[in-house]
Every structure is written in C-alpha cells, then in structure tokens.
C-alpha cells in the first residue's frame, strides 16, 4: 500500500523518478533528481503510462517508482495543490 489520501473515487499517490533513469539533458537522474512528487489516480483506472502530478510534471510510468511511504525531498509546489485537490475531489 503506498501513501494516499483517498479522496472519492482519486488518490492521491507519492512517487519520483527512479535512481539512474536517462534525463532530458542526457546524464543519469541521481539522488537529487528525486523529488517525491504526488500524483492523483483513479481507483477505478489502471495506472496510465504518464503519470501527471500536481505540480503539472510529466512523468513516465516506467521511470518511476510509487512509494510506500514519503522518502526525501518532497515537491514544494506539489504539496502545495494537495489541499485545492482534496476540496476539489470530495
């Protein structure tokens, strides 16, 4: 189970890219690069292969990992659409 608020039929799930991913830029995503973002699903959907988060980022399903629990950095303008997401949801 990862960390989510469920909120109706959305959750909204913790997730970052995963160590070593190729970037944009070309170099290797290292541990700075991992910002937990948050993503909101459908429960009744399977996980799309592009994983929108709050902050409006892109990211690739198969370059990322969701996390079971909150593991470093978070995504300052992420946490900052939770509450809007949550009123917005329920």
Do not use: K, W, Y
């Amino acid at each position: 189970m990862t960390d989510e608020r469920r909120t109706s039929n959305r959750r909204v799930v913790a997730a970052r890219i995963r160590l070593g991913v190729p970037r944009a830029d070309g170099r290797r995503a290292g541990e700075r690069d991992r910002q937990v973002h948050f993503v909101a699903l459908r429960s009744d959907q399977p996980t799309p292969l592009v994983l929108r988060t709050l902050c409006g980022d892109p990211l690739a399903r198969e370059q990322t990992e969701l996390l079971d629990h909150i593991a470093g950095m978070p995504c300052v303008r992420c946490l900052a659409h939770v509450p809007q997401h949550s009123r917005r949801s329920a």
